[in-house]
Each structure stands twice: as C-alpha cells, then as structure tokens.
C-alpha cells in the first residue's frame, strides 16, 4: 500500500504543536552533560556542549542545510563549534572535567521527534533516528567534514583517516523522554504515559556513553554527537540504514536529514579533586571501579539508563565490527518496537503499545545489575539481534560504508543479489 503524506503540511502541523504548546521549533543537539556513577546514579556539575548558546537560536546544526544528498564539503559542526577556544565554554556554560573510563550521559531535547512523531512526522524510522557518538582528541574541527568522520570512522579507531573512533550508537528515543504535554493535548499519548512513569514535567533524552579508557589525562577528548534522521519513503521502518543516499527500492531513503554537535570533555587525573566525592574508576580510594551495578530504582531525573552502560552498540552497524550489511537492531531495544512495520498507526495509541514500551531497563524494578550485553562483535552467538531495515535499503552501499575485515567479508558477499544506487554515489565519492 502506498502512503502519501503531504510534508508542508506535516511541518506546519509540527510547527504549530510546538509553538502552541510553547517549545522550541527548532530540532535537537546535544546540550547538557553530567557523568554517571557506576550504579548509573548522575553525579556532580552539568557541563555543557562546546559554544553553547545562551538561547535555542541556531543551537541545531542540520546537514544536508538546504535538502539533496549530503556533500563531502558538509562541515560536521556548525562554524562557532569547529575551533575549540577559550571561548567555547565559561563559568555558566562549564566544560565537564571526567576521568579516563567514566560513564557520561549526553542529553538532547526531543522536540517532539519522539512524543508526535507518528502524527507530525510519519515517515521516519521508528527509533526515532540514531545518534551516532564519535570521539577523538583531535579537537579542532573547523575543517572536519560529515563524511570524514560519519559512517567511517570504526569502533577499532582504525575506519577512514583514523583520527578518532566510534564509541556508541544509541536510540534517538531512549525508551523514557518526553516534553510538556502540550496544551493542544497529546495525540499520540506517549508523553501522557512517560509522564506517570517519570513523574516530572519533561525529562530529557540521553545517550549514556563511557569515555575511554586510554583517553590522556591533561587532554580534552571530543564527543561528536550525529543524530541520523532521515526521511524515509514509509512508516515503520525500525532504524536507519546508515546511508547517505537516497533508495530506490522498499522502504528507502527519501532525505537524509542529519542533526550534529561536539560535547567536549577535560580529562582529569582519576583521583583529581575537581571530581568531587566520586574518582574515576582507576582511583585507588574514592573511585567507584569500572563495573556497572546499575540501580534501578531510582528516579529518572538522576540516573542513566541500564541498557545503554551495558551495550555500547545498541543499533549494530559494520562500523562496530558488526557482521552485518547495514544498520539492524534488536527490536527490545526500540522503545516503541510495536510500531516496527505499522503503517498508518492508530492514535491514541493503543494502551497495549503505551504500557509495553521498552524502557531500556532503567525505569523501576528491582534489578541490581545492568542487563547482559548482548555478545560481542565477531563472536559467532549473533543470539537474538535481529535484521530490521536491513533488508529494504539498496545495500549495494552498503560495502562503501564497511571497512573492517569480516563485516567487509560478509557485506560483499552480499553485494551481487542487490542492486547499486548508482545515482546516488556519483555525486559525491
Ligand atoms: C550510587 O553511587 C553514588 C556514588 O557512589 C552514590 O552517591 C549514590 O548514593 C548511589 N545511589 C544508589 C541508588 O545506590
């Protein structure tokens, strides 16, 4: 069945929502920062992202800037965040000092992009999009472009020109954050639900992300945030396929749509005082060690989330060492997975859907210890991961964006039964 949906329309609608209910129109960065204790508690100062800006104006970055593909001259950060200088934090937008292995949660607004997307926003993936975090020291990225980094930089450090690595994918939706219940209500009754769960007014998104262990003390090591969110040709496609073209065949690419911003962190002596009661895990007094024990129950507000310090890769992609073709996930880990393949969704939705959203593990229950991971890339138990979008983008790229041995291996094997989006890599490459 062919859906059509008029965009201006769905803008206007979103844009309305959002002014109605006296939130940005903007879309989302990352803007706040705080490090996580072992049990996933949030500890000490908020620290902010590099140029933070005193009001919402111009704080997102989007890229391609004016729609079409995305070009290899697509800067990666927007001008005031490519140099990292004296100015790009102050006393009342502080740079976060951390220590080499600690847990950070980087949080972004949902804008409406998770509680009204099914209405204003159909044709996205259902995981809201993926953020992609990249780290490196390499702090100036006035000359970085999207392309150098994004879709090449690998989990090893050793993907495109190897000046940083792959760190985490996450969920743009992380299974709990939602805006005020705008005062035109809420349609969908996603933040309606969130909100007896969480029991605050808002509750902003995060991406729990460990800094390395080997980042050098006395350094400051950059977090690139890319949130991927592209338009796709239907509803209820699962993730992204971790493209920058366009499709032309099943649910495909239509636009790609990406969101960027750099949170940069001080890395400090694990035992440095500018911590607080809490060291870094290698401290021999006062640190909390390297092994999550995440609490759960414990308010939202002030604590990670279990999945996301278990898993650093909760959407798999080759980048990571993944044996696979694209991007897939494992559906429990898409909070709205119920809507995986829906199209069009019934609104409100369902109290069968509202009620089973995954949570990530995080909100209530008793359980002690973070969720297993599941097993690690390169490991022949592939258990229970299963291929969602996989299978409906035009995968024939899918051997550009790989370049690690095995997942390398597997992609091109592949390659023959699919066809190339010739269109789409001649433009750039
Ligand atoms: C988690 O650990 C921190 C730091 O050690 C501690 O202050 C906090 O009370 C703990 N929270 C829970 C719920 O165990």
């Known amino acids: 069945m062919k859906i059509t949906f008029d965009r201006t329309h769905g803008l206007l ?13 903007g879309h989302s960065w990352p803007e706040q920062t705080i490090r996580l204790a072992p049990n996933g508690t949030m500890v000490g100062k908020t620290g902010t992202e590099r140029a933070h800006l005193p009001t919402d104006a111009g704080a997102d970055f989007k890229i391609p800037p004016n729609g079409g593909l995305v070009q290899p001259t697509d800067k990666i950060v927007r001008d ?9 934090y102050s006393d009342k937008f502080p740079m976060l000092s951390v220590a080499a292995g600690d847990f950070v949660a980087i949080k972004h607004r949902e804008n409406g992009h998770v509680t009204r997307a099914d ?6 993936p259902v995981n809201r999009g993926t953020i992609y975090l990249y780290g490196t020291t390499e702090n100036d990225l006035s000359a970085v472009n999207l392309m150098d ?6 989990s090893d450090g050793k993907g495109g020109n190897g000046k940083g690595k792959l ?12 805006e005020k219940v705008p005062a035109v209500g809420d349609p969908e009754g996603i ?3 969130r909100k007896k769960a969480a029991g605050v007014d808002e509750l902003l998104c995060q991406s729990n992300v460990q800094i390395p262990e080997d980042a050098p003390v006395g350094k400051v090591y950059s977090v690139i945030w890319v949130w991927d969110w592209p338009l796709m040709s ?20 239509v636009a790609p749509q990406l969101y960027t911003g750099v949170v940069d962190y001080k890395i400090v002596d694990p035992c440095d005082d500018s911590l607080g009661s809490l060291k870094g895990p290698t401290c021999a007094s006062g640190g909390g060690g390297s092994k999550v024990q995440f609490a759960a129950d414990q308010p939202a507000i002030s604590r990670g989330i279990a999945t ?27 909070p709205l997975a119920a809507l995986i393949g829906v199209t069009p969704a019934e609104f409100p939705l369902p109290a069968s859907i509202l009620q089973n959203m995954n949570k990530g593990g995080g909100a209530g229950g008793n359980n002690a210890a973070a969720p297993a991971p599941t097993p690690a890339p390169g490991s022949e138990d592939e258990g229970d991961v299963v291929v969602t979008a996989t299978s409906i983008v035009p995968e024939g790229m899918a051997t550009e964006t790989v370049t690690r041995g095995g997942a390398a291996a597997a992609a091109n094997t592949d390659a023959p039964k699919r066809r190339t989006n010739v269109h789409g890599r001649r433009q750039y490459r």
């Open 13 to 25: 609608a979103a844009w309305l929502l959002a002014a109605l209910s006296g939130t940005v129109t």
């Open 80 to 88: 005031s965040q490519g140099k990292l200088t004296d100015s790009s």
């Open 119 to 124: 209405v204003t926003d159909k044709e996205r």
């Open 149 to 154: 980094v994004h879709l090449k930089w690998t």
């Open 167 to 178: 760190l985490a994918t996450r969920n743009y939706d992380d299974g709990q954050c939602y």
């Open 191 to 193: 933040s309606t639900t």
């Open 234 to 253: 239907a509803q209820g496609a699962a993730v992204p396929p971790a493209i920058y073209e366009k499709g032309t065949e099943g649910i495909v690419v």
């Open 308 to 334: 996301q310090m278990a898993e650093p890769f909760l959407v798999k992609v080759p980048q990571a060492g993944f044996d696979v073709p694209s991007a897939t996930a494992d559906p429990k880990n898409i």
